[in-house]
């Protein structure tokens, strides 16, 4: 058992009957009335967001995970395909496991999370950020940069992403894994 003390971004835990990870949180304390945190919950079975509030010392059930290192191979539809790099074993997982799909591309690391009770795959943690080409985006209208201005760009991936006015196609651009952002333009 663990308290509201131990609360930290990554945290599997046991709640109403299902396996939460806890996404953001925040230590509250008002100028009156007890200390609480807010959390923000995503389910590891069906993906769904729930934002939870837990009051200071509260007791809590956290799941013992293991982290094992796996290569994005492919996806077929909703289903993801993976590979151990120390055994080569496969492992197959749907899209609603993994935090930002679009973002995934061939042959990409990733550590997927397990639980130790049974060795289910709890959830799929992406690197912070990943290197994208751009295949296509409008060209940028010279003169219009007086603003912060972005126009969207597709992706390798097939995701869309806000950029500059100054990336044009074949650029290989820093993308946020977390926000789905625009960090930088990587230059080779």
Do not use: W
């Not at 663990?2 to 008002?30: Q, W």
């Not at 999370?113 to 943690?125: A, G, H, I, Q, R």
């Amino acid at each position: 058992m663990a308290s509201t003390s131990d609360i930290r971004k990554g945290l599997c835990i046991r709640y109403n009957h299902d396996i939460f990870k806890i996404i953001e949180f925040l230590h509250v304390k008002p100028g009156k009335g007890p200390a609480f945190v807010r959390t923000k919950l995503k389910s590891v079975t069906t993906g769904k967001v729930i934002d939870n509030t837990f009051s200071s010392g509260h007791k809590i059930e956290d799941v013992r995970v293991e982290t094992r290192t796996y290569q994005f191979l492919y996806s077929e539809g909703e289903t993801y395909h993976f590979m151990n790099t120390d055994d080569y074993n496969q492992i197959t997982l749907q899209e609603s496991s993994l935090d930002a799909p679009g973002l995934l591309k061939e042959g990409e690391m990733v550590t997927i999370l397990f639980n130790t009770e049974d060795s289910m795959p709890l959830s799929v943690d992406m690197p912070a950020s990943v290197v994208l080409e751009v295949t296509y985006t409008e060209p940028g209208v010279k003169g219009n940069t007086a603003t912060n201005a972005t126009k969207p760009a597709k992706v390798e991936t097939g995701a869309s992403v806000n950029v500059p006015l100054f990336i044009n196609e074949g650029d290989k651009i820093k993308v946020d894994t977390e926000k789905g952002a625009y960090m930088e333009r990587v230059k080779e």
